[in-house]
C-alpha cells in the first residue's frame, strides 16, 4: 500500500510567499526524501533528512521530520514562478541504502502566481 | 552531459506488441530502478538492480522484464503490451550501502492503443 501521503494535494500561492506542504507515511523508515517534478520532466532531488534527524536546510528550501508522528513538512520561502511544480516526498525504510526503490507519496502540485 | 537517459522518450504502440525501454548512466552507479507513474501521478518503483541482485516489486506483471547487460544500463521489456501499461516509466540510478540520492532519467510516456 501506499507509503506517503501529501497534504494538501494542490496549492497555489502569490510569489513571494512561502508555501508549506506535508507528508505523512505509515512505517518505520531509515530515510525521507524530498522531489521536485516539473509538467513532462524527471523527478529532481531536493533534500535527504535521516531518521535521527529533525531538521534540515537547503537555500530556500527547509524540511523537518517528526518520526513519533510520522510526519515530514517542506517549507519553500520567497516562492518564485520556478517553484512551479510537483513536489514529492519519498521514504526509504532500507538501511542499506535503497536496494529496495523508493516509495512515494501522491504529490503536492505547487502553483506560484506572478 | 546527461546523467540518467532514456530511450524512446515517447512510445505509442498497439495491444499485444512487446516493447524496450532502454536506460542508461554515466554516474558510476551500482543500483538502478524503473518506476511506473500512473495518470494521477502516482509513483510506485517497480525493479531495483544492485550487483546483479534483482528486488522485484510483488504487484509488476511477469509481463514487464528488466534486462542489465552491464552496471551502466537497465532496460525494461515488456511482452503483450495492455491498455493498462500505459503510463510514464521512469529509470532511476544511485549507489548502494547508505541513505543516498537516486538519480531519475527524463522518463518514457508509453501509450497502448
Known amino acids: 500500500s501506499q507509503q506517503g501521503e501529501e497534504d494538501p494535494q494542490a496549492l497555489s500561492i502569490q510569489e513571494g510567499e512561502n508555501a508549506t506542504m506535508n507528508c505523512s507515511y505509515k512505517?518505520?523508515?531509515?530515510?525521507l526524501q524530498w522531489y521536485r517534478q516539473n509538467s513532462g520532466r524527471g523527478l529532481v532531488h531536493l533534500i535527504l533528512?535521516?531518521?535521527?534527524?529533525r531538521e534540515k536546510h537547503s537555500g530556500r528550501l527547509r524540511v523537518t521530520l517528526d518520526t513519533s508522528k510520522k510526519s515530514s513538512s517542506l517549507l519553500i520561502t520567497a516562492s518564485r514562478a520556478a517553484d512551479t511544480a510537483s513536489y514529492f516526498c519519498?521514504?526509504?525504510?532500507?538501511?542499506?541504502?535503497?536496494?529496495?526503490?523508493?516509495?512515494f507519496g501522491k504529490g503536492t502540485h505547487l502553483i506560484i502566481q506572478p | 552531459d546527461t546523467a540518467v537517459s532514456q530511450t524512446p522518450k515517447y512510445l505509442v504502440t498497439q495491444m499485444g506488441n512487446d516493447k524496450s525501454i532502454k536506460c542508461e548512466q554515466n554516474?558510476?552507479?551500482?543500483?538502478m530502478y524503473w518506476y511506473k507513474q500512473d495518470s494521477k501521478k502516482f509513483l510506485k518503483i517497480m525493479f531495483s538492480y544492485n550487483n546483479k541482485e534483482l528486488i522485484i516489486n510483488e504487484t509488476v506483471p511477469n509481463r514487464f522484464s528488466p534486462k542489465s547487460p552491464d552496471k551502466a544500463h537497465l532496460n525494461l521489456h515488456i511482452n503483450s503490451l495492455e491498455l493498462g501499461d500505459s503510463a510514464v516509466y521512469f529509470c532511476?540510478?544511485?549507489?548502494?550501502?547508505?541513505?543516498?540520492?537516486?538519480?531519475f532519467g527524463p522518463g518514457t510516456r508509453l501509450t497502448v492503443l
Open positions: 519519498a521514504t526509504d525504510a532500507n538501511a542499506g541504502g535503497g536496494a529496495d526503490g523508493l516509495t
Open positions: 533528512i535521516r531518521s535521527n534527524e
Open positions: 512505517t518505520s523508515i531509515n530515510n
Open positions: 554516474l558510476g552507479h551500482d543500483t
Open positions: 532511476a540510478s544511485s549507489l548502494s550501502g547508505g541513505p543516498h540520492t537516486q538519480y
